[in-house]
């Protein structure tokens, strides 16, 4: 009797770890849980609560901000949007649910583009805008490039909400255009020189005075 309780005890004790270990998965465990966060499990809470389109001078950073969520949280639910800082006119973006637990994106690649595509030849300044955001994001081109069409741009920390900027156009072959107005170039009114007319009706207006005097 004695011998058996022993032998069941001893068992008890061998099957005890087991029974308290972690559990593991393999790594081809379709399975495999995402990796926790502070606020949760990557993609809880991201069901999808609205639909915008892009409107003209729209963002990723811009559209996040009007619908009061993360740029992390909508650039996750937009799989779809292989640049994120080139967004169009027309596209759909997702807006997930507030509590949405999304993992910090990777940091942006700078653009490389020095021509847009698109077919606005201007942009007007918006309240948050600077230019490396109009350029970069919301055009999708380098600053470089974005200057040399604006060489009125004094100061490059100094623009205001409203003002009207150039952006530079890629022709049918895909290179930038060169020069003239097809670039989107903003041609100030030509000025107009006075008329001589006054001055020769005043100088009429004399010699008849020196007739009838």
Request: with cysteine; proline share 10%; charged share 25%.
């Amino acid at each position: 009797m004695h011998t058996s309780f022993y032998s069941f005890l001893s068992l008890g004790l061998l099957l005890l770890p087991t029974a308290f270990a972690s559990p593991q998965t393999k790594n081809g465990d379709k399975n495999v849980a995402k990796p926790p966060t502070q606020n949760g499990t990557i993609g809880d809470n991201c069901d999808i609560v609205k639909v915008v389109e892009v409107e003209s001078g729209d963002s990723m950073s811009s559209i996040s901000d009007k619908e009061k969520v993360k740029l992390a949280q909508t650039i996750f639910v937009n799989p779809q949007v292989r640049n994120v800082r080139l967004i169009n006119p027309g596209d759909k973006i997702n807006i997930p649910n507030k509590a949405c637990v999304a993992p910090e994106p990777k940091p942006l690649a700078e653009p490389t583009a020095v021509c847009s595509k698109g077919k606005d030849k201007t942009y007007t300044v918006v309240s948050g805008d600077t230019l490396n955001i109009i350029a970069k994001e919301k055009i999708g081109v380098t600053l470089p490039s974005f200057l040399a069409v604006n060489p009125q741009i004094e100061d490059p920390d100094k623009i205001a909400v409203g003002e009207v900027f150039n952006i530079p156009l890629c022709g049918p072959d895909g290179k930038p255009i060169q020069g003239g107005g097809n670039n989107g170039t903003i041609t100030p009114p030509a000025t107009t020189k006075p008329s001589k007319k006054p001055k020769e009706d005043k100088k009429r207006k004399d010699e008849a005075k020196v007739i009838l005097s």
